[in-house]
């Protein structure tokens, strides 16, 4: 059997999983889901960005949205705050239509909380997730044999916490940034094979990646490779410079003005002052058991090992995603919620999946006990699926520090 036969099949499994997961009764939005959910709900229903009404109605099951109520929290010209992006709504949108079109023939309430609206915003984070997957796997076989290429891409997902937010935490923003990363990278390498590329798509992705998430702007920096190497042709070097230019305005603008009827000030830090800092801990946010990157998601080490022959095989590559892990770790290890608050692994470094399954699959091609590693990319996979059943039912802390051995991970199976 071929391998994109097997992932035909593999992706039909994943949609069935999902089917269980969220046909009796879809997976809650809450936690930052509700401010990304919010966006859109109040803007449709609502014709405004006043979130009041929709922290109430989450408020009944969602601790972050009654704090607030609370806490009567309001920014300094009374408005209720909202310290998240806005991108992850717009990439929601069509499937919340879709959802408005069923709840009105099957006689639901048009009020953006029945249940179609929920299972597809559920929906929507499967879709990018499958997509994100098949967008990786297709970067990496334009270097890489099919055979590793597919390998790399299910170790990636199934092994790190992007197959949980796909499944179990879905309101959130990560698997709708990690999806237009996906494309933004897809691009860069259609720029280094000097392919063909249409410019207006390209500006949409560059948008909407910064819109979804605001740290992605850092990735921007990959494009540096690009430009250098058509520095002979200065004409279209200048031509999609301006198009990312112009995209990166295009969003700060509405982003700025988005802040000033929130806020009263078109910049700002929404978060608080302090969440970034002047001080590095970019050991912490590798090793902690405070979601280490690297201690919560071990495969990760392999990729890291794979630096070294990626290098080897190609320096743009090589240079790509270490150009892109570092920004991201600069920043993770910087801000004043080092985990992550409550979180299963590093979440924030998500997004630099893609680029670190370039070096994974680096690692893969160039090893000689290929058995042997595939071997331990399945326990690794393994080893993922029984922290996430742990994490799941509170076996493991939500947040903070913890000691890994002195938890019984059986009882996080059995025990529900």
């Given amino acids: 059997m071929s391998y994109n036969k ?7 499994i994943l949609f069935l999983l999902f089917l269980v997961i969220n046909v009796p009764v879809p997976i809650r939005i809450e936690g930052d889901g509700v401010f990304y959910y919010s966006w859109l709900r109040s803007a449709i229903f609502d014709h405004d960005f006043d979130f009041y009404n929709e922290l109430k109605y989450f408020s009944d099951y969602d601790v972050g949205s009654r704090a607030i ?7 300094y010209i009374g408005k209720v705050p909202s310290p998240y992006a806005y991108g992850t709504a717009l990439l929601w949108l069509p499937l919340f239509v879709i959802a408005s079109l069923l709840s009105f023939i099957f006689n639901l309430p048009l009020n953006g909380y029945s249940w179609f609206y929920v299972f597809f915003v559920n929906l929507s984070s ?17 270097f890489f ?19 949980y937010y796909q499944f179990f935490e879905p309101s959130m923003s990560h698997l709708a940034s990690l999806f237009m990363v996906c494309c933004f990278l897809h691009f860069v390498i259609k720029f280094y094979k000097q392919e063909e590329v249409t410019l207006w798509l390209l500006s949409l992705v560059v948008f909407l990646m910064i819109a979804t998430r605001w740290q992605n702007l850092l990735f921007l920096i990959i494009l540096l490779p690009i430009f250098w190497q058509e520095r002979y042709n200065w004409q279209l070097s200048l031509k999609r410079l301006l198009v990312v230019i112009g995209s990166v305005a295009f969003f700060w603008l509405t982003q700025s003005l988005i802040w000033k009827h929130l806020y009263g000030y078109y910049f700002l830090q929404p978060q608080g002052r302090g969440f970034i800092r002047l001080d590095f801990h970019g050991w912490y946010v590798l090793f902690s058991s405070d979601r280490g990157l690297l201690l919560w998601t071990p495969l990760l080490i392999l990729a890291f090992c794979g630096f070294y022959y990626l290098y080897r095989k190609s320096r743009f590559l090589f240079l790509v995603s270490l150009l892109a892990f570092f920004v991201q770790w600069l920043i993770n290890g910087s801000v004043h919620d080092l985990g992550g608050g409550d979180a299963y692994g590093a979440r924030r470094f998500i997004e630099t999946l893609p680029f670190l399954a370039l070096a994974l699959a680096a690692f893969l091609q160039n090893i000689k006990f290929k058995q042997l590693v595939v071997g331990l990319t399945i326990t690794l996979v393994i080893w993922n699926m029984i922290l996430i059943q742990n994490y799941r039912h509170g076996n493991i802390p939500h947040h903070g520090e913890f000691n890994l051995l002195e938890i ?7 025990n529900k």
């Fill in 408 to 414: 019984n991970y059986l009882n996080g199976i059995i």
């Fill in 6 to 12: 097997l992932i035909i099949i593999f992706s039909f």
């Fill in 69 to 75: 109520l609370h806490d009567q929290l309001k920014t």
């Fill in 145 to 163: 044999s099919t055979r590793i290429s597919f390998w790399t891409s299910l170790g990636i997902y199934l092994a790190t916490p992007w197959f």
């Fill in 126 to 142: 499967w879709l990018f997730g499958v997509a994100a997957y098949l967008i990786v796997y297709s970067n990496l076989k334009k």
